[in-house]
């Protein structure tokens, strides 16, 4: 089993930065992509941002240029850097990961989510 936990989440003015940070725990092979997905009140869950093992990353349309993701593969984090944050990107975000948890079986997980709060 995985566990993700999130952290960094609050309130902030529009314009404003936070940093979200996500840690990885439990046994497993190792952890393939790490990402950040969001969902605002009565939305999908969306993709922001994420990064494979070797540091390619994708990012929403609407998040480039403003948030940047970063990942420590040593000690199992990941880091979501969000500048210049608008009222829009309201939302509880989740950490993702997609892990080998052997060789042969990968398996994807969720973290509980963090609510991130943009007051314009």
């Known amino acids: 089993q995985v566990q993700l936990v999130e952290s960094g989440g609050g309130l902030v003015q529009a314009g404003g930065s936070l940093r979200l940070s996500c840690a990885a725990s439990?046994?497993?092979?190792?952890?393939?992509?790490m990402g950040w997905y969001r969902q605002a009140p009565g939305k999908q869950r969306e993709l922001v941002a994420i990064?494979?093992?070797?540091?390619?990353?994708n990012y929403a349309d609407s998040v480039k240029g403003r948030f940047t993701i970063s990942r420590d593969n040593a000690k199992n984090l990941a880091y979501l850097r969000m500048n210049s944050l608008k009222s829009e990107d309201t939302a509880v975000y989740y950490c993702?990961?997609?892990?080998?948890?052997?060789?042969?079986?990968?398996?994807?997980?969720w973290g509980q989510g963090t609510q991130v709060t943009v007051s314009s």
């Open positions: 993702n990961a997609i892990v080998s948890l052997t060789t042969s079986h990968t398996e994807t997980y």
């Open positions: 439990g046994s497993f092979s190792r952890i393939n992509i």
């Open positions: 990064m494979g093992s070797g540091g390619s990353t």
